[in-house]
């Protein structure tokens, strides 16, 4: 056994070969090595030791003259070119060690090895598809020429919705993000954004403030789902499609969510109100469905944002692969921020929704762990990259709609509730109910906005009406059941 006293290689040995770590026993395998570089350089970097078995001993191998030449050699196969350092690490044997490291960071992806690419995949290198080397060549060859700084098609001034424009001025002058001198003119405030060209629209304009979205932009699509059971063969409870500006897309997610979870309750010490609580903290959930609208492929006409909620997890998807040089267990650490969509993203980050510093992800881990919640899992599959929280979402329901108080001395344990709405609609089969009431018998020390959303829901799906139709915002106004709403309460009931 031959062993070296250079601690960087031995914590290298001691990881083993993965997604960044690959062992060649000698230059014997320097195709096979070259291929992996290739990988490496197409993806988020990595070191190639030669010399080593594969079980992570460090035999060594003689280097000569002639074997840093072959390695030379197989360099110049790369297109484009390369410049990969070789470090040479001895053994007491008096044997060596190549070593060879990418840092993952180049302009110039993809990368080819003797006219073909290669990517990483777990711990194996493998052929990059046809496809993922087109649009890695279209990032390369368009980073001047994006999807979202094209010119809009058939989009006017007046296809905009202006007061969310009228919005995003007001919020970035308050985050002192453009000028507090920027006029309330819809044109100046998008030349401002950089969301015009020469006069023209951009296709970003029509993304962050669209009204209209067929036939030429289908892209712009919010998917909501919430299936019984743990997979979309289940029973549909909730299914939604809608066709939305990116801010409004945003809040139309949060709103789903908002009122499809569960709440939670505790009573924390010294209160008598009821604390709720959702099973995932609600910033988090904000930050993964802003980074899912930002960061996603526009290019691609069939492509969607999906919230899919199931009895154990909440899924956030969005069409496209991540940024070239950036992998999905990078999300879990620190990483750089890569952009896809510059303008979109530095819109947002003007009004104050978003950092642009690729802190996003690392926020959200920390939030779930103050929340006692579990940290997502962030993964690429069949094109999209797919963010789940794991969470208890099957809820049992409260008895009339009321909380149990824990005993005395017990410390407070959130517990899990049926969904708000479902709440209120016991509520309001003992009868009609002021919105005052309702908020009071839900243990809510004031009405909350979750709630005015959850009622407004339920009088537009005729689960419920008003008792003065003509005088929504009467101070005499209550809410009553229809019969449409009884006869979802029966049906809940009948399924458990």
Known sequence: MSRSA??????????GEGRAIEFKRSTGELREGMQTICAFLNGSGGTLL???RANGEPEGQAVSDQTLREITQAFDRFEPPVNVPVERLPLKSGREILMLRVDGTSDSIPFTFAGRPYERVGSTTRKMSQDRYEELLLERAHARRRWENQPAVGVGLKGLDREEILRTRELAIQQRRISAGTSRSIADILDRLGLRQDGALTQAAQVLYGKKFLPDYPQCMLKMG?????????EIVDNRQEHLNAFAMVREGMAFLDRTLPL??????????????LPVPPDALREILLNAV?????????SYVAIVIFDDRIEIRS????PAGVSVEQLSGVHLSKLRNPLIAETFHRTGAVEIWGRGTNRVIEECQRYGAAPPIFEERQGFVIVTFKAQVAAARAVGGRVPRPESGT?????????LEDRVLRLLKEG?????????RLGQSRVSGRLKVVLKKLVSDSLAEFTIPDKPNSRLQRYRLTKAGKARLTSIDARE
């Open 319 to 322: 069409c496209g692969r991540l």
């Open 6 to 15: 250079n601690p960087a290689l031995a914590r290298l040995l001691a990881q």
């Open 432 to 440: 009609e109910l002021p919105v005052s009431l309702i908020s009071e």
């Open 50 to 52: 030669f010399g080593v």
């Open 264 to 277: 939670g309750a505790r009573f924390p010490t010294g209160t008598i109100f009821r604390e709720d609580r």
């Open 226 to 234: 919430r299936f019984r059971g743990t997979s979309v063969t289940g």
């Open 294 to 302: 930002m960061h996603r492929d526009y290019s691609d006409a069939g």
């Open 411 to 419: 410390s407070a344990v959130p517990v899990e509730y049926e969904s």
